[in-house]
């Protein structure tokens, strides 16, 4: 069993950077995936980076490459996801997933078995 707990949602401002912190008890197998994905009010969860904790090989949606980016510090068996350049749009819940897993599909929230209670990010304009 995993346990996940997401921290570092706020409210700030266009053209502000911020990290967010996923840390997980219970013990990460390094053939897991571990992922960030966000939902905004009345849209369905978006998938936003994936890591794999073995080799560190990283996805990105399209959407945020080269905004976002999705790291790891293994000792403490935490994700990241630094996010820069914030707008309007990326006002939602964020949250972090597992996928136990991986079938080789890691961009669908179905394919995650463990999830965090969310971190709410306001972007004002």
């Known amino acids: 069993q995993v346990q996940l707990v997401e921290s570092g949602g706020r409210l700030v401002q266009t053209g502000d950077s911020l990290t967010l912190a996923c840390a997980a008890s219970?013990?990460?197998?390094?053939?897991?995936?571990m992922a960030w994905f966000r939902q905004a009010p009345g849209k369905e969860r978006e998938f936003l980076a994936a890591?794999?904790?073995?080799?560190?090989?990283?996805y990105y949606a399209d959407s945020v490459k080269g905004r976002f980016t999705i790291s790891r510090v293994a000792a403490e068996n935490t994700v990241y996801l630094q996010m820069n350049n914030l707008k309007p749009d990326d006002t939602a819940d964020y949250y972090c997933?597992?996928?136990?897993?991986?079938?080789?599909?890691?961009?669908?929230?179905?394919?995650?078995?463990?999830w965090g209670q969310g971190t709410q990010v306001t972007v004002s304009s």
């Open positions: 890591l794999q904790w073995r080799n560190y090989r990283r």
């Open positions: 997933a597992v996928d136990i897993n991986y079938d080789g599909s890691y961009s669908r929230p179905k394919d995650y078995e463990w």
């Open positions: 219970g013990q990460i197998l390094s053939s897991y995936h």
